[in-house]
């Protein structure tokens, strides 16, 4: 008994205290257990073949955009070079590649 | 056969064992971890409800809350307290969902305002009925859990002080409550 409790009310509670031996209660928890689980199990079996159906759904629009992307990437990649390739875009690039470290070098260097 | 040998022998087996085996999902464990504890939970609950349709629902609860987090235990030591902890957090969801929160300080009802006049005879159950369930919660912790103040505070998470005067005026409360009783 914990030494700040009444005495009298912790033996009454001892004493109300049932002492439960019971099958029935044991059995009706483990079938609540096995019915939850199997449901969550069901559920993810659902959401696997809902992910997959989408992807299998999406797939078409997703090779699109990933040409798409691929297209504007070539088309800016080749839109540099051809400035780079140019004596004013070669200064520019070198000028702003110095001034770039120069505001970072310590970031750069120093660890 | 396999299967009976391995009941009796969850059924002999020391409480650890039972825990670790639970915890990597062996369902017989778990059985016999409900069987053992179902006396702890169910009078725990009951003390709380007063209902025995509730007070088993609440119970089942417990275990199946138990079943779904116990691979996270981490030390077998804290099994017992982490019991406690789960049934306060039914008892307080249960709670919730009949717009009840630990932080009512509702008045202790007057006696003989109440049905119950002081003179019927009451048991614990009934008197227990007649305190506010944050005090009861407390009180039944206390008495029906043996936990100290500190360890109601952290499980309840209400500050210690509450606490304390929880258990103070719960106690009184019931002493009030039961005097007849007791002396008949």
Known sequence: MQPEHDSQLQALFAKSAQDFRDEAFVRAAIRRIETRDSRRAIARSVLWVAGLAGVAVISPFLIDGASWLSDGLDLAFSSTNRVLYTPVGTVCAIVLSVTLFAFNWKRIWVK | ?184
């Open chain 2, 1 to 184: 056969m396999s299967r009976v040998a391995s009941a009796a022998e969850h059924g002999n087996a020391a409480e650890a064992t039972l825990i670790t085996l639970a915890a990597t999902g062996d369902k017989r464990a778990f059985e016999e971890i409900v069987r053992r504890r179902q006396s702890q939970v169910r009078n725990f609950m009951y003390y709380l409800c007063g209902h025995a349709t509730e007070r088993d629902d609440l119970a089942q609860q417990v275990f199946l809350t138990l079943w779904r987090s116990i691979g996270s235990l981490r030390s077998v030591d804290a099994f017992d307290g982490w019991l406690k902890r789960i049934m306060v957090t039914t008892w307080q969801q249960s709670g919730r969902r009949k717009r009840m929160t630990l932080a009512d300080e509702s008045e202790l009802p007057e006696l003989g305002t109440s049905a119950e006049s002081p003179s019927q005879r009451l048991d614990l159950n009934a008197a227990l009925a007649l305190i506010p369930p944050p005090v009861r919660l407390c009180v039944v912790l206390a008495y029906a859990g043996g936990m100290t103040h500190e360890e109601i505070a952290a499980a309840t998470e209400v500050p210690l002080g509450t606490v304390k005067s929880h258990i103070l005026r719960g106690s009184a409360r019931l002493r009030e409550l039961l005097a007849d009783y007791r002396h008949e």
